[in-house]
């Protein structure tokens, strides 16, 4: 789903070599290098070491490494990292549940972008993780979920928060990004499967269930595509 939407925002502007993808917490670069193979031209932000290292050798196999930037630090510091109205579209993927805030990061991600530029933002889903702790047995931890400002399963959790449709497009408005499109990712993929779920159709049904609701609305992630306004 994450994909389809970035080759579609893609599709509609070609890559001219003028400007530049920025993907924060990009990691290893799952994202960066098939972009890179693309022909765009991606900077990654991570606070990782070991994960740019990877990216790195992972670009140099592929070829591409002169189309990709490593750049260590964290999504809190993007601002100054980063220079305003630099970049056309920003990736920011299962980032916003770990910093300690989340709206100074969004607001980051909006200097940077360039005036009618583009983000891709992947968060955890509140509901996806009630409804898949209760199926799984678990209705304590759900219990807990629900019942929790922040969307957390206790002080174990590796997450910060979770989300949901209003609390994301709150967390947007704050920082003047328009949301285009709103999907679900991985609404039943995460709870179902066996052998008599085959690949295809269960890719089929994600996508034909993502953006409406209340499907969309139960899934493991929520994302949205946003632009800054001009």
């Known amino acids: 789903m994450v994909w389809s939407v970035v080759a579609a925002e893609l599709a509609a502007s070609p890559p001219d070599g003028s400007w530049r993808i920025l993907d924060v917490g990009g990691g290893t670069g799952g994202f960066a290098v098939p972009l890179a193979e693309a022909g765009f031209q991606v ?5 990782s070491p070991n994960a740019l290292a990877g990216l790195v050798r992972r670009a140099t196999e592929a070829g591409v490494a002169e189309s990709i930037t490593a750049m260590q630090g964290d999504a809190d510091a993007l601002a100054s990292l980063v220079e305003p109205d630099s970049v056309r579209l920003v990736l920011c993927h299962s980032v916003l549940e770990m910093v300690d805030s989340p709206t100074e990061v969004t607001k980051a991600i909006a200097s940077v972008l360039q005036p009618g530029g583009a983000a891709s933002i992947l968060v ?3 509901a996806g993780a009630v409804l898949s702790r209760a199926l799984g047995g678990n209705l304590t931890a759900a219990m807990t979920v629900l019942a929790d400002a922040e969307g957390r399963s206790g002080e174990r959790d590796t997450l910060l928060r979770r989300f949901d449709p209003d ?3 709150g967390l947007m408005a ?3 990004l328009e949301i ?5 990712v991985n609404v039943v993929a995460d709870v179902v499967g066996g052998e008599s779920t085959s690949e295809g159709a269960l890719h089929d049904f994600e996508l034909a269930v993502a953006a409406t ?6 899934a493991t992630g929520l994302h949205v595509l946003v632009h800054k306004n001009t």
Do not use: C, K
Request: aromatic share 4%; proline share 4%.
């Open 180 to 184: 285009h499109q709103m999907h679900g």
């Open 174 to 176: 704050t920082a003047n």
């Open 124 to 126: 955890a889903n509140r």
């Open 213 to 218: 609701s209340p499907y969309r609305d139960i």
């Open 43 to 47: 900077t990654v932000v991570d606070t």
């Open 167 to 169: 609390t994301l497009a």
